[in-house]
């Protein structure tokens, strides 16, 4: 079982940046790949970046692509979102999730464990 907390969302101007937080519980997150979706109103929701469970892979959505970095800090049970060049666009709920090593951590669908969100809205 793994617990995931979020933190760092808020309101920025387009063009702005902001860095994302996740802090997961338990003694095996190094076990897993971790991921950042992001669900808008009226829309599904999006795996935008990932992570491998060694950090030395990384996957990113084309659209966040160059704007957005994902890392992780095992030492410390966290992983981050750091994103630069903010659009109107990026306006969601932003979820971190966990997926076990074995699970390819591109897929969606091998993600398990969720966090509450925390809201990004980025103001034109």
């Known amino acids: 079982q793994v617990q995931l907390v979020e933190s760092g969302g808020g309101l920025v101007q387009a063009g702005g940046s902001l860095r994302l937080s996740c802090v997961a519980s338990g003694r095996t997150f190094s076990t897993y790949a971790m991921g950042w979706f992001r669900q808008a109103p009226g829309k599904a929701r999006e795996l935008v970046a990932a992570?491998?469970?060694?950090?030395?892979?990384?996957y990113y959505a084309d659209s966040v692509k160059g704007r957005f970095t994902v890392s992780r800090d095992n030492a410390k049970n966290t992983v981050y979102l750091q994103m630069n060049s903010l659009k109107p666009e990026d306006t969601a709920v932003y979820y971190c999730?966990?997926?076990?090593?074995?699970?390819?951590?591109?897929?969606?669908?091998?993600?398990?464990?969720w966090g509450q969100g925390t809201q990004v809205t980025v103001s034109s």
């Open positions: 992570i491998s469970w060694s950090g030395f892979s990384t």
């Open positions: 999730a966990a997926s076990h090593s074995k699970n390819d951590y591109r897929d969606p669908r091998g993600y398990s464990y």
